[in-house]
């Protein structure tokens, strides 16, 4: 991450580069840098104090430069197979490669001129024959005909992908920034406080997991809370809601944006889970979520994180509308993560065995099945599945919002390579490289340094193996 170091910059500026932030990820304590930089001159000294305990160890103040990256995987467009059908076809044609409807119409476009179509793309059944593609006027021998097919067909299946990797990013993103990514820029810019807010409690939230026994922290912590107090009754409460969708943020708004929040929250709720039960394997253990081979878990951990967090904000504002009795005819539970086999080795060699929410998910029907009416699952039968596992369905999120945590003292990132702790960002960026922790064989050409480094103690994390963690 480069920050710009002088010291004059705008506060439009500065804003700018937090509103580019919600869709990257950034430490917490760059984003506490950049809002005492855009606060600077309006922060009372308490204000002030607790806004540095984090922005001194910001990459700027600090110094240093971390390992990990700071943005989310981006899906790769069609520009190369567009490049590579314009010399092809000798034709130009306005495209947009990042989107994948411009690059399915540009397909269409350049393909009618050998008759092609989208519909029509099995290289067996639908290409043209000699004598048809003498009746369309096509005078192309058969090679150049089907290289000329097949390349429409990686336009397809590219602009297929494209799309569906787009929509796993952005129900990442909404599962740890909420609506966060959504927000118009303009609309961010107009509420310095409340942008300062957004910006850093979804930092918070993109904190990424540490291999632990331990839960995570609550991502609205002692600095999170100073920056919310600076919001006042003409704050942008909507906006702010877009991110925390909690009693004393949802009190702020109307009935109607409440409503419309629900909304938002529910068509999340249905999509996410839509691709849960797509990419489900009926071989997993419910009772355990133990990731077996050939699974893919980072995609299932990040649509579940995305259909909990859409379902935490459907039912915190249902609540808000005191229209939680509607979960007496339909009340869809949690989706568990797929947990990796010596963490979860290690919970149970530590005494804690499964945890009991798992055995809540295994005891009800799949969410995705109550969701498209399927199954039946009321609240009386979450409520009963909650006593038999040991929990407060009201307390534990299950039947009502989460009950409200106690705010978390900052502490400094951790410098993680997959999930395990490392002293130093250069040493972890050597054991990135050579897949330490990863659960593949480590490089050759790496290991011995590698392994000099793991002897010298860097490693901060105390871990029962050298398994790869769940992400």
């Known amino acids: 991450m480069k920050f ?58 600090a110094a240093w430069f971390s390992s990990m990256s ?87 299946a590219k602009a297929d992908t494209l799309g569906v990797e787009q929509d796993k990013r952005r129900l990442l993103m909404l599962g740890v920034t909420g609506f966060g990514a959504d927000i118009p820029r303009e609309r961010f810019l107009a509420d310095v406080d409340a942008a300062c807010y957004v910006a850093y409690y979804t930092a918070r939230r993109k904190l990424r997991r540490e291999f632990t026994l331990s839960g995570r922290d609550n991502p609205f912590d002692e600095i999170a809370s100073v920056l919310l107090d600076r919001c006042t009754d003409s704050s942008d409460w909507w906006m702010i809601a877009q991110v925390r969708a909690t009693p004393d943020v949802l009190e702020r708004l109307t009935e109607e944006e409440r409503g419309r929040l629900l909304g938002q ?16 394997n009926p071989g997993t253990d419910r009772i355990s979520m133990i990731v077996r081979p050939g699974d893919d878990s980072t995609t299932w951990n990040n649509l579940a994180v995305a259909y909990n967090a859409a379902r935490a904000g459907w039912l915190a504002c249902l609540a808000s509308l005191d229209a939680l009795d509607l979960l007496d005819v339909a009340c869809p ?78 502490r400094p990132t951790p410098e993680l390579v997959h999930g395990v702790s490392i002293a130093d960002p250069v040493w972890a960026s050597l054991l990135r490289r050579a897949g330490v922790f990863s659960g593949k064989h480590v490089k050759p050409e790496l290991a011995a340094d590698a392994g000099h480094g793991l002897a010298s103690g860097i490693v901060v994390s105390e871990l029962p193996t050298t398994g790869r963690p769940t992400e």
């Not at 002088?6 to 984003?31: A, M, Q, T």
């Not at 393909?111 to 043209?128: E, Q, V, Y």
């Not at 929250?265 to 489900?280: I, Q």
């Not at 009321?378 to 409520?383: G, H, K, S």
Request: with cysteine; net charge positive; hydrophobic share 40%.
């Open 4 to 61: 710009r170091k002088d010291r004059d910059r705008s506060c439009r500026e500065i804003l700018l580069e937090l509103y580019d932030s919600l869709d990257r990820r950034y430490r917490p304590e760059d984003v506490a840098d950049l809002v005492l930089q855009a606060l600077e001159g309006n922060l009372s000294r308490r204000e002030r104090v607790v806004l540095q305990r984090a922005a001194r160890h910001s990459s700027r103040n």
């Open 70 to 156: 700071t943005d989310y995987a981006r899906p790769v467009g069609g520009a190369r197979q567009v490049t590579a059908a314009t010399r092809l076809f000798e034709r130009s044609v306005e495209v947009d490669p990042d989107d994948p409807r411009s690059l399915l119409e540009f397909a269409t476009t350049i393909g009618s001129a050998i008759r092609w179509a989208p519909d029509r793309t099995d290289f067996l059944a639908d290409r043209l024959n000699r004598e048809s593609r003498d009746a369309a006027g096509i005078e192309l021998s058969k090679r150049q005909y089907n290289r000329r097919f097949r390349t429409l067909r990686r336009l397809a």
């Open 265 to 280: 929250w529910s068509a999340v709720m249905r999509h996410s889970a839509g691709m849960l039960r797509d990419r489900w």
């Open 333 to 410: 539970g949690k989706v568990m993560r797929l947990m990796a086999a010596d963490l979860a080795a290690w919970h149970h060699s530590a005494g804690d065995g499964v945890d009991p929410n798992t055995a809540v998910w295994a005891a009800l029907p799949p969410p995705w099945e109550v969701l498209d009416g399927s199954s039946a699952c009321t609240r009386a039968d979450v409520e009963a599945a909650c006593r038999t596992a040991g929990l407060d369905p009201e307390g534990s999120g299950w039947t009502a919002p989460a009950a409200r945590r106690v705010v978390a003292v900052f």
